[in-house]
């Protein structure tokens, strides 16, 4: 059974705090992908990465930034956690780009 | 802009009959489409898919049908059931391998 987990499936945060949001897969997949997801907004993409050490941005990266060392593991950093970053995080992983990505179950994060 | 719109936040169906869930596009560089289902408090799940170059795709109850000229693609779910009650989003993926959601649309499958 193929499984992507997040480290937490709730955090809440004060402004100001670092933040590290743990993603990892267990299918040996390539490609990583970082999501939030917030009502009436859908998902957006934060920051992707197809390689082990790569990382590209997504659609809205301001705030954010990823780090993979290894293929298993994607973390999403926020340098300074912001309240405009309370929202719903969800990481997934895929086989080939983009195309049926695996999600993992979401980190609702609150920040106060 | 939104690129992908899902301009039905709603839906409600009666349980039996078919429910039809809808997605515009607006940009022709899209080759590749997805729908996921989304349940409270999971992550999306993986629904169907279908490429540029057909037309239909079936895999059981769901049926993703893309009409190109139109932008437009929908997702048919035949018989609906309870279970199908969820959000769904839809997705398009461009040729520079570039994902885009859009806002999904809650289904209600009604007893």
Redesign the interface.
């Not at chain 1, 907004?41 to 590209?56: A, H, P, Q, T």
């Not at chain 2, 039996?16 to 899209?30: P, W």
């Not at chain 2, 079936?58 to 000229?69: I, P």
């Given at each position: 059974d193929v499984k992507?987990t997040q480290s937490s499936r709730y955090l809440v945060k004060r402004t100001g705090e670092k933040v590290f949001l743990e993603c990892v897969q267990d299918m040996d997949h390539e490609n990583m992908f970082w999501?939030r997801q917030d009502p009436?907004?859908?998902?957006?993409?934060i920051y992707f990465s197809y390689d082990v050490k790569m990382k590209e941005k997504g659609?809205i990266p301001e705030g954010y930034s990823v780090s993979r060392e290894k293929k298993e593991r994607f973390s999403l950093i926020l340098e300074s956690a912001s309240t405009n970053q309370t929202s719903m995080y969800?990481c997934?992983s895929s086989a080939q780009?983009?195309?049926?990505?695996?999600?993992?179950?979401?980190t609702r994060l609150t920040v106060t | 802009d939104q690129q992908v719109k899902?301009n039905s936040?709603s839906l409600s169906v009666q349980e039996g009959r078919i429910s039809i869930l809808n997605c515009d596009y607006t940009n022709s560089m899209f080759d590749?489409f997805?729908w996921?289902k989304k349940y409270p408090?999971?992550?999306?799940?993986?629904l169907i898919?279908i490429s540029s170059i057909k037309d239909k795709n079936e895999d059981g109850r769901f049926t993703v049908f893309l009409n190109k000229s139109a932008k437009h693609l929908s997702l048919h779910i035949v018989p609906s059931q309870p279970g199908d009650s969820a959000v769904y989003?839809c997705?398009a993926?461009n040729r520079d391998?570039?994902?885009?959601?859009?806002?999904?649309t809650r289904l209600h499958i009604l007893p």
């Amino acid at each position: 059974d193929v499984k992507v987990t997040q480290s937490s499936r709730y955090l809440v945060k004060r402004t100001g705090e670092k933040v590290f949001l743990e993603c990892v897969q267990d299918m040996d997949h390539e490609n990583m992908f970082w999501y939030r997801q917030d009502p009436g907004l859908g998902l957006r993409l934060i920051y992707f990465s197809y390689d082990v050490k790569m990382k590209e941005k997504g659609d809205i990266p301001e705030g954010y930034s990823v780090s993979r060392e290894k293929k298993e593991r994607f973390s999403l950093i926020l340098e300074s956690a912001s309240t405009n970053q309370t929202s719903m995080y969800l990481c997934a992983s895929s086989a080939q780009g983009p195309r049926e990505q695996y999600f993992g179950p979401g980190t609702r994060l609150t920040v106060t | 802009d939104q690129q992908v719109k899902q301009n039905s936040p709603s839906l409600s169906v009666q349980e039996g009959r078919i429910s039809i869930l809808n997605c515009d596009y607006t940009n022709s560089m899209f080759d590749y489409f997805l729908w996921y289902k989304k349940y409270p408090a999971e992550g999306p799940t993986f629904l169907i898919s279908i490429s540029s170059i057909k037309d239909k795709n079936e895999d059981g109850r769901f049926t993703v049908f893309l009409n190109k000229s139109a932008k437009h693609l929908s997702l048919h779910i035949v018989p609906s059931q309870p279970g199908d009650s969820a959000v769904y989003f839809c997705a398009a993926v461009n040729r520079d391998d570039k994902i885009i959601f859009g806002k999904g649309t809650r289904l209600h499958i009604l007893p």
